[in-house]
């Protein structure tokens, strides 16, 4: 056992990263970082047992962020085939102390913690955001969201499991590709535009909509595992008129949904774009179709323009607020 040493982890469908980390006068910092591709894995005791052997020091406390509903310390993940159980995590691997926290609640950990530079402002100014709940969004492999809620001089992170709600379509165009995915899987969830997939079916749809056919002589964006990069790598290039609309679309979708969360929750302190999409394509979320559609709430646009938006673009931020969380259990 080494005094004072706490192991952070994200664990998330595509890859678990784990951090062990020291702390010194009150803060964690970290000594050894790694990544580790999910699915090679049969369990998360597994991963952290390669990196234990690795780092040759048995932390006090592990945290880890998981994505899906967390209860009683057990969560069957969501988008990842791993049942994982703190219990037995702590059997397995010897570590006396295991916290399993729902991902987007160890990211709501790591708000207060980050700097200017982690952040990108999208809406709003960022000098002046006033005090009030936070939340969350992270489109990624899932959609991940969370409240940051406060009261006197309490703050609660709350994790949801929202990505799951109905997608609610604004415009014609949304109709039809809500018409596309409900003849796909019949209940059609943010999740299934707001996500990885979801950029694949936006562009699967666009294809497909005769009323879009606008990519004729395109060469198709080839089906495989990176098939969501490719769609928004050709969008940002401009190589693809195809996968330029798709960007606009997820966008747009985007953009009304963190709209609804601001006024759902109060969000004056801040909606936090987190995950890999937003961060490699903030020129699309920083567009007019992503802003028009935030603010579009009729008599309370006005409501929603208080409201400030910013990107995430710190690389790890689940890291951060697990290991705040298992720096806060060594006390």
């Known amino acids: 056992m080494s005094p ?16 062990l980390c020291k702390v010194i006068s009150g803060r964690a910092n970290a000594i050894l970082q790694k990544e580790y591709p999910s699915r090679s894995y049969p369990s998360l005791e597994s991963v952290v047992n390669d990196f234990l052997l690795l780092a040759g020091v048995m932390p006090e406390v592990f945290c880890v962020g998981v994505p899906g509903p967390v209860e009683q310390g057990r969560c069957s993940a969501t988008n990842i085939p791993w049942h994982i159980d703190s219990d037995l995590i702590a059997k397995h691997t010897g570590i006396p ?12 950990h790591s708000i207060g913690l980050l700097s200017g530079s982690d952040f990108e402002c999208i809406h709003g100014n960022a000098m002046h955001v006033k005090e009030g709940n936070s939340v969350v969004i992270a489109p990624g492999t899932g959609l991940g969201q969370a409240v940051i809620a406060h009261c006197g001089n309490l703050t609660s992170v709350i994790p949801t499991e929202g990505g799951h709600a109905d997608f609610a379509p604004q415009d014609e165009l949304q109709y039809r590709l809500h018409r596309f995915l409900s003849a796909k899987f019949g209940h059609v969830s943010l999740e299934r535009v707001l996500s990885g997939n979801g950029i694949c079916s936006i562009y699967d749809f666009l294809i497909d909509d005769v009323d879009n056919s606008g990519n004729c002589g395109e060469v198709p964006v080839p089906e495989g595992e990176g098939k969501a990069g490719i769609i928004s790598a050709k969008a940002t290039a401009e190589e693809s008129e195809t996968c330029v609309k798709a960007m606009e679309l997820f966008s747009s979708i985007l953009g009304a949904h963190a709209g609804n969360m601001a006024l759902s929750f109060n969000a004056k302190g801040g909606v936090f774009l987190a995950g890999g999409i937003p961060a490699k394509n903030i020129g699309f979320i920083r567009s007019s179709k992503f802003v028009s559609a935030y603010l579009g709430k009729g008599r309370l646009s006005g409501y929603v323009r208080e409201c400030p938006v910013f990107v995430i673009t710190a690389e790890y931020p689940g890291l951060i607020g697990a290991a705040k969380l298992a720096q806060e259990a060594l006390l």
């Open 4 to 19: 004072g040493a706490v192991l952070a982890g994200d664990a998330g469908a595509t890859k678990t990263v784990l951090a």
């Open 97 to 108: 102390n295991v916290l399993v926290r729902n991902d987007l609640e160890v990211i709501g």
